[in-house]
Structure formats: C-alpha cells, structure tokens
C-alpha cells in the first residue's frame, strides 16, 4: 500500500501561480510513476501530468503544457506541481496517483492508476 497526501491547494487570481505538493509514504519503493489529476464540478476526472520515478521523465496534458512543471524529490518521496499563469478554467479538486507498473507513466485513464491521495482544491479567480 502507498498513501498519498497532497497540499498547497487555495484561492488565487487568474495569472498566479500555486505549488502543489503530493507526499508519499508505505510501500514507497514500488513506485514506478507518479501523477497528477484533476476534477472539476460535474467533469470527470482528467490527467494533468506524470513523472518517472526513475530518470525523472515527465508528461503533460496538452491544456497545461507551457505553464505547469512537475517535478519529484526522490529523498523525501514527495512530487510537486508547480502551477503558473493559471486561468479560471484550471479550478478544481488537484489528486496525486501513483502506479507500480511502469508503462502506466503512459495511461491517462485515472482506473489505471494504483494509489490516490484525498485531493487538494484548486480555485482560480477571473
């Protein structure tokens, strides 16, 4: 089992930035990939970005490319999301995922994703 717990989630003006923050703990070594999705109200839930445990290669959806980064600190099994110019449309609930099957680094659909955190909320203000 690995839990997930994510932070840093808040209320900020459309063109500001957040980062969001996603600790690991349990059985953090059978992580392959870590992720980042998001749900708005009434949407299914959506890949947002992934990164590799191992080499450190990432992912993003085409609706955040150029203005999120994710990034991981392997020593303290913690993966961030560094949000920047951020619009109303990017409010939502953020959820942190990981897997231990390493071609799912490649998977959009959140099913096939192992592990969730409880999510953190985003609200982008216009």
């Known amino acids: 089992q690995v839990q997930l717990v994510e932070s840093g989630g808040g209320l900020v003006q459309a063109g500001g930035s957040l980062r969001l923050s996603c600790a690991a703990s349990g059985r953090t070594f059978s992580i392959s990939a870590m992720g980042w999705f998001r749900q708005a109200p009434g949407k299914e839930r959506e890949f947002v970005a992934a990164i590799r445990r191992t080499g450190g290669t990432t992912r993003y959806a085409d609706s955040v490319k150029g203005r999120f980064t994710i990034s991981a600190d392997n020593a303290k099994n913690t993966v961030y999301l560094q949000t920047n110019s951020l619009k109303p449309e990017d409010t939502a609930v953020y959820f942190c995922?990981?897997?231990?099957?390493?071609?799912?680094?490649?998977?959009?659909?959140?099913?096939?994703?192992?592990?969730w955190g409880q999510g953190t909320q985003v609200t982008v203000s216009s």
């Open positions: 995922a990981s897997t231990y099957v390493g071609d799912r680094f490649y998977v959009n659909a959140p099913p096939q994703w192992d592990f």
